[in-house]
């Protein structure tokens, strides 16, 4: 098994597949491990984004103060709107910048956890062990994932597949940040930046992620506050 890593070989995509978290019979001995395994991943995601915001900003600062930005930095700034769904793009629209410092955010570790432990059932759900997709993510493309064993005869959805796990976490923080059914996830978040417990405070924003609607925000606090998960924002 190869770890950390997708590689392609001969034309062949070799899957960098989750632990086999099912062996540990002690529940708490498999959330530590789901844990241990999955936090470095959610922190290698964060620090991408956190980079990209802190180049944002220094670019927003010299614009802001009559500077010429170099091409090379136009080119980035274009390329950040549209991977962040921030079109049309002008770097004169005020909107478009602050549209672009709601979007490119990190998100609370102890959210993400919570999230990937509900929706993975802590790593052993079937679209987990086989497709490493611990958020639920769909795809509507024939043979783009796996089919739900009890989809309805008139949907077409499948459950997406990933090459590895820290491509599953990617996808997951782009949607939250770029998705407009998250809105107001992105507001609140801007709002309560600086608050303690941040990610709690944004459980009750992803009514929308769930067919649970508003109860889907309880379960996620109470994943987060019975496991301890704000420890990881610190």
């Known amino acids: 098994m190869f770890t950390g890593f997708a590689l392609t070989i001969a034309g062949f995509l070799w899957f960098d597949f989750l632990p086999d978290f099912g062996k ?17 991943k959610v922190e290698e995601v964060n620090k991408g ?19 010429n930005l170099l091409r ?36 609370p570790a102890s959210l993400v956890l919570a ?23 769909q795809c509507y493309t024939e043979g783009c994932g796996i089919v739900p064993e009890y989809r309805s005869p008139e949907l077409s959805h499948e459950v997406r597949t990933f090459p590895t796990v820290r ?31 941040l990610g709690l405070i944004l459980t009750h924003t992803l009514g929308k992620y769930s067919e649970l609607g508003d109860n889907y925000g309880e379960i996620l606090r109470s994943v987060i506050l019975q496991n301890n998960l704000q420890k990881f924002d610190y």
């Open 49 to 67: 984004i956190a980079e990209k915001r802190d180049r944002l900003k220094v670019l927003y600062s010299e614009y802001n103060n009559g500077e």
């Open 24 to 40: 540990y019979e002690n529940i708490a001995e498999r959330k530590e491990a789901f844990l241990t395994y999955i936090y470095p």
């Open 72 to 107: 090379s930095d136009k080119k980035w700034l274009s390329r950040l709107a549209e991977e962040y769904g921030v079109e049309p793009y002008d770097m004169d629209n005020t909107k478009a910048w602050e549209e672009l410092f709601l979007r490119v955010n990190t998100i």
């Open 115 to 137: 999230q990937a432990a509900l929706e993975s059932a802590w790593g052993t759900s079937r679209f987990a062990v086989k497709g490493n997709n611990l958020f639920g993510h």
């Open 167 to 197: 491509e599953s976490v990617e996808i997951y923080a782009q949607n939250l940040n770029t998705n407009s059914v998250y809105r107001e996830f992105r507001s609140v978040r801007a709002q309560k930046h600086d608050a303690e417990g």
